[in-house]
């Protein structure tokens, strides 16, 4: 297995997505920051995510072959073996949920919840009903919580608040991906736009939601999200962020084009990361 191959089949770029968002949450709940815990929400991080990835390209490696976008994965290429693949993702799970019960077992718990979740509710229902990507966006949220339970070991307000903020982030995010490569998905049987296509009503869902993320993702300056708040500067930066990707989203409701999909899928990654950062800083100054 050369190294470029591990890490597609681990989204290695992906896993390191998701442990920038966890570690953000933990930012946010500590006065001081603990490197060691930094580091191992680093390892575990990467490590179960990588391992769900590997799992799942595993279980969806003959619908990969399929599709133009996946065809060249190392499993449907052949270049690393099922067994390759099945042992190299377990590993990466036990290591990774070590990694993080060392933390504490909430954070361990919630890691292999969103393992679970992944691979045992959201990938099998991705053939079935475009309601899959409601139940994807649950282990796609928890990250962001996670960094906060990693802190306090608590299931409060404030990790409530930001599992919201990134759950409501991915319905736009992600229908923006499905709409973009919607033919290449149907060729494996995929149906993960809203209501089955390219349509108005996909499109309405996607505005629908991006409303609702920008919504969650001022609530904390209304000082009702306990230790978890934001500046009246921090609140501004995060309207303007959010009216952006609101415009993306109805120019992509104005011209329903695969073209037009493009720019809104940059600034939902460019809106969430800055979100994160704003966040981060607005604690630390403010």
Known sequence: MVLRDFLVLTKFRLSLSVVFSSIAGYLL???????????LLLIGGCLTVGASNAFNQWM?????????????RPLPGGRISDNAAIV???????????ALYIINLYTALLACLSIIIYLCVYTPLKTKTPLSVFFGAFPGAIPFMLGWVAATGDFG????????IQFFWQFPHFWSIAWLADSDYKKAGF??????GRDPGTVFQIVFYTLWMIVISIFPATNYTGELQ?????LGLIVLMGLWVLYYALKLMSNPTTQQAKPLIR????????LQITFVIDK???
């Open 29 to 39: 709940a500590v006065e001081k920051a603990d490197l060691w815990v930094i580091i």
């Open 60 to 72: 969806e490696k003959d619908l990969d072959a399929l599709m133009s976008r996946t065809k060249n």
């Open 88 to 98: 190299t993702a377990a590993l990466m799970t036990l290591l990774g949920c070590f």
């Open 157 to 164: 307000i404030e990790a409530g608040t930001l599992f919201a």
């Open 191 to 196: 149906r993960l736009l809203p209501t089955g």
């Open 230 to 234: 934001l500046s009246y500067v921090g």
């Open 267 to 274: 600034v939902c990654i460019a809106y969430i990361t800055i």
């Open 284 to 286: 630390f100054v403010s």
